[in-house]
């Protein structure tokens, strides 16, 4: 079975910094690309950032410089490093393949809240 289980998540202060793991199976991870995503209250699901399975990797401009996204191809888990959190990263994250098949596999996510 497939499944994306996201972890990390928490209560950070603005300027903080978290990092979310993202443990996958039924899946060939090594060959996979990864996405973050996130969905904060009344928004849709956005994507934050990406990473292929050759590690090229992108960022949504409202994340660019300060979150880093990466893979650790033995551990069969992605990572999204999260530095200079502001208020407005508050949202549920999720991790998931890249393209979204259907039917998608989304977990439940972790939930990040930036507040002082």
């Known amino acids: 079975q497939v499944q994306f289980v996201e972890s990390g998540g928490g209560l950070v202060q603005p300027g903080g910094s978290l990092r979310l793991s993202c443990a996958t199976s039924?899946?060939?991870?090594?060959?996979?690309?990864m996405g973050w995503y996130r969905q904060a209250p009344g928004k849709q699901r956005e994507l934050v950032a990406r990473?292929?399975?050759?590690?090229?990797?992108y960022y949504a401009d409202s994340v660019k410089g300060r979150f880093t996204i990466s893979r650790d191809n033995a551990k069969s888990t992605a990572y999204l490093q999260m530095n200079s959190l502001k208020p407005e990263d508050t949202a549920v994250y999720y991790c998931?393949?890249?393209?979204?098949?259907?039917?998608?596999?989304w977990g439940q996510g972790t939930q990040v809240t930036v507040s002082s």
């Open positions: 990473i292929t399975n050759g590690g090229n990797t």
């Open positions: 039924g899946i060939i991870f090594r060959l996979a690309a």
């Open positions: 998931h393949t890249i393209p979204i098949a259907t039917p998608a596999y």
